[in-house]
């Protein structure tokens, strides 16, 4: 009787921690978005936060930074970056540590560093394992972040190679946002757009199509209608002003929404995201529109934070950035301890938008006084006395020697060391205007290209805690695959 009652004990016993095995069992998140703010180091995070903080508290005694959707996430890691030819690295090398978990050299695409074996990325095994997969960036679609994740190069310059491989490849059921560079290849190959619709792409480029996909529109091709330069998208800082006047231009984040649309289905589905124009107001050192973009790319992890909140326990985001770009700093000589990011909101044109003015105040031969016009309705920096943007005589002759320059037209333009330095191949008066409104403000920068700065990982959902601490950017690979339950 005793041996059978310690042994039904025994039983109930097993019965009961039962649930504790059931529990113990891994969820994989169903959905899984990782965004990359190219060139987004912590300044560029940290000054959009001020920023944003700054307009939403006017009157406010005291510093009250902003939140973004992604600065509250939970788990927060930090990443190395360099690859193997810098730690200073490029985006496609950067790009191709977090697509495959292998480094290579500056300007290669998921290549070994002989050049001789390409590596399996995440979309490959995501695929494999029956999910979708969406690749969106707000630059042009070949370029070197978008490419890693589904296509392989020895050189990120093969935009057609990166496009036909996208196009014919059966990685990607959603590639969107900009268009493509070399949509004939080199004039005499097959143009992209035909090659799409022989591989059943469903291509879309105006708002209201793009607006309207949905889960039955098969695989989608959609291209922006309104492309800036480059075939990317429009900056946000010119989106802004040109919405404000009346146009109806799509952000990042209407990508997102499309994309989601277009990708949920019963066994979820990964998607890269890019917001790609921080690195490139980076380069250009204009401050106001890095801010503004890496608003964009908050936003548009704001649509997916929405989805989460009704796939709550599926689904992962991660934000991070493939590199720090321009040595952005939030403190200047001149301005020492202070800040005054309130500044910046003077600004309502990117470094691109005001080069095409300048070209038509060089065909129009305008005069220094009418480009100070030009310069104090586009960055609030003026002439008139005891304003807090009025430019003191050491700024005016450097916008002055600035605008000599931009007045000549490329050809007859003589540039030298100092030149490079002051103006880092970008057009002179832009590259000035930007450096003085950007230390008026407090901030600086110290490159024209990218940096070695450790880059922030915020991660949020099922498996978020695994991208706390600091690793290298091969394990936030390893770490996603691990994640998702994927085995290389
Ligand atoms: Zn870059």
Redesign the pocket.
């Known amino acids: 009787m005793k041996k059978w009652l310690s042994l039904l004990c025994a039983l109930l016993m097993l019965l009961g921690c039962l649930p504790a095995f059931a529990e113990a069992a891994p969820t994989t998140p169903k959905y899984v978005f990782l965004f990359i703010g ?2 987004m180091g912590n300044p560029q995070v940290a000054a959009t936060q001020y920023y944003e903080g700054t307009l939403a508290n006017p009157d406010s005694a005291v510093p009250v930074p902003a939140q973004l959707s992604f600065t509250q996430f939970a788990n927060l890691g930090m990443v190395t970056t360099y690859d193997a030819s810098s730690f200073c690295p ?2 496609a090398s950067t790009a191709t540590s977090m697509a495959s978990g292998e480094k290579t050299l500056s300007g290669v695409i998921n290549y070994n560093t002989e050049l001789s074996a390409s590596f399996k990325l995440i979309t490959e095994y995501a695929k494999d394992a029956g999910k979708k997969v969406g690749v969106i960036s707000s630059v042009s679609i070949d370029h070197a972040t978008p490419a890693a994740f589904y296509a392989k190069v020895q050189s990120r310059k093969q935009y057609y190679d990166i496009a036909t491989q996208g196009l014919t490849g059966t990685t990607l059921d959603f590639l969107a946002g900009g268009g493509f560079l070399k949509p004939d290849g080199d004039g005499v190959q097959q143009n992209l757009f035909e090659i799409a619709k022989e591989n059943n792409w469903n291509f879309v480029s105006t708002n209201d199509d793009i607006r309207a996909l949905n889960a039955a529109s098969g695989r989608v091709l959609a291209i922006s209608p309104d492309l800036q330069d480059s075939q990317a998208m429009t900056y946000e800082i010119d989106r802004e002003r040109l919405v404000k006047a009346g146009k109806d231009i799509l952000s990042l984040a209407d990508f997102v929404s499309a994309g989601i649309n277009v990708l949920d289905n019963d066994n979820g589905f990964f998607m890269m995201c890019e917001g790609g124009k921080i ?1 490139w107001s980076g ?1 250009a050192n204009d401050a106001a529109t890095s801010i503004h973009e890496t608003k964009a790319l908050s936003d548009a992890v704001q649509v997916a934070l929405d989805f989460a909140a009704d796939h709550a326990d599926e689904t992962l985001i991660l934000v991070t950035a493939d590199h720090e ?1 321009g040595g952005m700093t939030i403190g200047f000589a001149t301005t020492a301890y202070d800040t005054h990011f309130g500044y910046l909101a003077n600004q309502t044109i990117s470094f691109t938008d005001f080069d095409t003015m300048i070209a038509s105040m060089r065909d129009s031969k305008a005069t220094f006084e009418e480009a100070l016009e030009q310069i104090e309705a586009c960055y609030g920096l003026t002439t008139k006395a005891d304003q807090a943007l009025t430019l003191n005589e050491t700024e005016l002759a450097s916008l002055k020697s600035a605008y000599e320059l931009s007045m000549l037209g490329e050809e007859e333009r003589v540039l030298g060391e100092s030149e490079e330095y002051l103006y880092g191949g970008y057009e002179p008066l832009s590259m000035a205007i930007s450096h003085i409104i950007n230390n008026k403000a407090g901030l600086s920068y110290t490159s024209y290209a ?1 940096t070695g700065l450790q880059i922030p990982v915020y991660a949020q959902g099922v498996g978020a805690e695994a991208f706390s601490g600091l690793y290298d950017n091969t394990d936030i690979f390893s770490k996603t695959m691990a994640v998702m339950g994927l085995v290389k």
């Open positions: 190219d060139g490029d985006s690195d380069h770009t990218h």
